[in-house]
């Protein structure tokens, strides 16, 4: 079986208008001049970081922003420069959330069951609706579109479009999966949330997390609910992979990310004795440092050498409680043996850490010959795409400029090059 971590392409768009209520980086940033090229070729760094270390790696295109389409649909006319200018003038807010390039975070992509675990042994892969905020909500037609052209090969995979936008779903942020290895049919782990009167929005409905599970056929008895706590959501832990993340045997997980750990851990070490729990004490990392710090927000791999590796952003390093227990673990028998740093600066100011970028799919050999090849990575096709984002993507974008009918122009440019690159 193999492990490929499909990341998000940071698109020409990428600004801080901070949409996403509940998610502190998102706002404390939010006004800022981002930088779009920069971003692109960090998200890039990364992808080549993974492929170095033995890792296959895909990767999704950005949806084209601003999304006119979606303007149309609420009764703007003209060409898209005449929309876009209208929205501008009539409602800036609205614009905003037409701009932005928040698809990069393909954890909030889809909900990805290997094929071990369903009853028809396929991948199943249910696009997530996104539906508490409108700027993410925009993005599930095109979201099922892409994922059934990568996905094509209806023998090996099952791509379920959006479940009703009554029922939130956040997608492979609230979800996780243990199993004594890849190949290996696991447990899967739906983490939803509830809303306290006067707090941030919980984005995962329970309901939404109970019908991605049935349409995957999976295993009522390996399939587990948890509730994601009210101090992690307070404290601005929007998705579940903020404060826990889960990679075969291992779950590392903040003392606080759950409401009743107790029962979560007993399901976990029942049904797969072998597991084990990393959990950090609020003592040594507070829920505050956690979020802001994104230690969670982390990828958690199983390197070809069979060690578990856990990719942190710099923020972990720059961050003294984080580091020093980080520092202590790896010292220690930790089931997490390495730690890799790396920079994604521009998406974690947007709120968005190095697992928010990618969306783990699982595929056996058949399945992995069936996806489409123009997503799959090497190091060839990295090089093009760094060689395409330095020569169109914007080199920077301040608040001021998001009217500017020539930063719409360019974003739209950048866009149909990658497109024709991709021959799509």
């Known amino acids: 079986m193999h492990e490929i971590n499909f990341d998000g ?75 876009c200018a209208s929205v501008w003038r009539a409602d800036p807010a609205l614009f905003r959330n037409t701009l932005s390039a928040s698809c990069m975070w393909t954890a909030n992509a889809a909900t990805v069951s290997p094929a071990r675990d369903t009853q028809d042994g396929r991948c199943h892969l249910s696009v997530a609706n996104l539906s508490t905020m409108l700027h993410r909500s925009l993005e599930a037609e095109a979201t099922e579109a892409m994922l059934r052209t990568v996905f094509a090969n209806t023998q090996h995979f099952a791509v379920h479009s959006a479940v009703t936008p009554k029922l939130g779903d956040e997608g492979a942020a609230n979800h996780m999966r243990m199993g004594r290895a890849h190949g290996a049919s696991g447990i899967e782990i739906f983490v939803y949330g509830e809303t306290v009167s006067g707090g941030f929005p919980a984005r995962q409905d329970r309901r939404a997390s109970e019908a991605v599970a049935r349409r995957h056929g999976l295993n009522p008895a390996h399939t587990y609910l948890a509730q994601q706590s009210r101090a992690a959501i307070a404290a601005g832990a929007f998705h579940n992979d903020v404060v ?58 199983t390197l070809p050498s069979g060690v578990t590796a856990l990719i942190v952003p710099r923020e972990c390093e720059e961050n003294a ?49 069936a996806i489409d090849p123009r997503f799959l990575l090497d190091e060839a096709k990295i090089t093009a795409l760094e060689a395409l984002v330095s020569a169109h993507w914007p080199e920077s974008i301040a608040p001021a400029e998001l009217g500017n009918p020539a930063l719409w122009a360019q974003c739209w440019a950048a866009h149909a090059a990658l497109m024709e690159h991709l021959g799509l």
């Open 244 to 301: 826990a993340v889960a990679n075969e045997r291992v779950l590392f997980a903040h003392e606080q990310a759950f409401e009743d750990k107790a029962a979560l851990y007993a399901f976990i070490t029942t049904q797969l004795p072998d597991a084990e729990i990393v959990e950090v004490p609020a003592a040594q990392v507070s829920l505050a440092d956690a979020i802001s710090s994104y230690l969670f927000n982390s990828q958690l791999l």
């Open 321 to 369: 409680s984080v580091w020093a227990w980080l520092q202590s673990a790896a010292r220690s028998n930790s089931a997490i043996s390495e730690v890799k740093v790396i920079d994604v600066r521009e998406s974690m100011r947007n709120g968005g850490g190095p697992a928010c970028l990618r969306l783990r799919v699982v595929v056996d050999d058949g399945a992995l010959a």
């Open 9 to 83: 392409l940071i698109g020409p768009s990428h600004n801080y208008a901070g949409l996403s209520f509940g998610n502190v980086a998102s706002a404390t940033n939010a006004g800022g001049v981002s930088h779009p090229r920069a971003a692109a070729l960090q998200g890039l760094g990364k992808m080549r970081t993974l492929l170095g270390l033995g890792l296959k790696q895909g990767f999704f295109p950005p949806q084209r922003r601003p999304n006119v389409d979606a303007l149309r649909a609420l009764g703007f006319t003209g060409d898209d420069a005449q929309v």
